[in-house]
């Protein structure tokens, strides 16, 4: 999994870029910046931090160690939840713990792959993404699946959202020891990983309306399924007509942040649907 500087370069710039040249600019849509409140979200972080659900552990891998936040029955299947790229934010955490609560119950783990920034507007996350090293995430979620491993869970799963659902599919590949994937709204460049190459079953939740092209579009989403097919992959991909990317943020503050970013669509019932899958999958590969 070592690569050298210059290449890994390229595999971070390709990435992002993927994902960010859809981005809705000012002259095409309704996106601004300044819709996205920098205060009112610090102001949201900082209040509930106090009241917390999650115990938060330190991991080594390498020569580096890294938080992580850990929800969920001690001796429940373990999912390791990988951050959108704003972050370990209040969103992933929902998730997590709405992992947590899923039945029959699982160990919800969020390795911080900023190590500890949270970013409160578009330009910020797009700087972090594009600066993240993508080998060194994979390998930060497979120390996450061993830890899980070491502490009480029999078999493990990973899921993401958006950056963290390409990095979910990419540790299907690269991670020994993942025995299921969920991914949501994301597909791993080729020179980080390709998912015909697959260890683990995946399924993939995609928006119909979804516009980032080559990461999260339809066509993207129909390509990868034809690739898991042929490659005799197990997988399920499904597409959710009417909604765009980011579907599953459902908090108030996501709501309002992705109409601030032109997507305005709001489908309760297309959220709890991919839950259902999700709770399907996992339970399925997952049982001991």
Same mark, same amino acid.
């Given at each position: 999994?070592?690569?050298p500087?210059a290449?890994?370069?390229?595999?971070?710039?390709?990435?992002?870029?993927?994902?960010?040249?859809?981005l809705?600019t000012?002259?095409?849509s309704?996106? /601004?910046?300044?819709?996205?409140?920098?205060?009112?979200?610090?102001?949201? =972080?900082? *209040?509930? $931090? !106090? &009241?917390?659900?999650?115990?938060?552990?330190?991991?080594?891998?390498?020569?580096?160690?890294?938080d992580?936040?850990?929800?969920?029955?001690?001796?429940?299947?373990g999912?390791?939840?990988?951050?959108e790229?704003?972050?370990?934010?209040?969103?992933v955490?929902?998730?997590?713990?709405?992992?947590?609560?899923?039945?029959?119950?699982?160990?919800?783990?969020?390795?911080?792959l900023?190590?500890?920034?949270?970013?409160?507007d578009?330009?910020?996350?797009?700087h972090?993404?594009?600066?993240?090293?993508?080998?060194?995430?994979v390998k930060?979620?497979?120390?996450?699946?061993?830890w899980l491993k070491?502490?009480? /869970?029999?078999?493990?799963?990973?899921?993401?959202?958006?950056m963290?659902? =390409?990095? *979910?599919? $990419? !540790? &299907?590949?690269?991670?020994?020891?993942?025995?299921?994937?969920v991914a949501?709204?994301?597909?791993?460049?080729?020179?980080?990983?390709?998912?015909?190459?697959?260890?683990?079953p995946?399924?993939?939740?995609?928006?119909?309306?979804?516009?980032?092209?080559?990461?999260?579009?339809v066509t993207?989403?129909?390509?990868?399924?034809?690739?898991?097919?042929?490659?005799?992959?197990?997988?399920?991909?499904?597409?959710?007509?009417?909604n765009?990317?980011?579907?599953?943020?459902?908090?108030?503050?996501?709501?309002?942040r992705?109409?601030?970013?032109?997507m305005?669509?709001?489908?309760?019932?297309a959220?709890?649907?991919?839950?259902?899958r999700?709770?399907?999958?996992?339970?399925?590969?997952?049982?001991a």
């Open positions: 999994m070592y690569m500087a290449a890994a370069k390229v595999l971070r710039s390709s990435a992002s870029r993927t994902f960010t040249k859809a809705p000012k002259s095409t309704t996106f /601004s910046l300044a819709s996205i409140s920098r205060l009112s979200v610090r102001s949201m =972080a900082d *209040s509930t $931090a !106090s &009241s917390s659900p999650f115990k938060k552990i330190q991991i080594q891998r390498d020569d580096t160690t890294f992580a936040y850990v929800v969920g029955k001690d001796d429940a299947p999912i390791v939840v990988v951050q790229w704003w972050g370990v934010d209040y969103e955490k929902n998730h997590a713990v709405k992992i947590s609560q899923l039945v029959p119950g699982f160990k919800a783990l969020i390795p911080d900023y190590r500890g920034k949270v970013c409160l578009v330009a910020e996350a797009q972090s993404m594009e600066g993240l090293d993508w080998q060194g995430a930060d979620i497979g120390a996450s699946v061993n070491a502490n009480g /869970s029999k078999k493990v799963g990973v899921t993401g959202f958006c963290g659902g =390409a990095l *979910s599919i $990419a !540790s &299907s590949v690269l991670v020994p020891g993942v025995d299921a994937v949501f709204y994301g597909i791993p460049s080729s020179e980080l990983a390709d998912p015909a190459q697959a260890k683990a995946i399924q993939a939740h995609f928006g119909e309306l979804d516009s980032f092209v080559g990461f999260s579009d993207a989403a129909k390509a990868l399924e034809e690739k898991l097919k042929a490659a005799g992959v197990p997988h399920e991909v499904h597409i959710y007509p009417g765009a990317h980011a579907f599953m943020n459902r908090s108030p503050e996501g709501v309002k992705r109409k601030g970013m032109g305005p669509d709001e489908d309760d019932a959220v709890e649907l991919a839950w259902s999700f709770q399907s999958w996992m339970t399925n590969y997952l049982s």
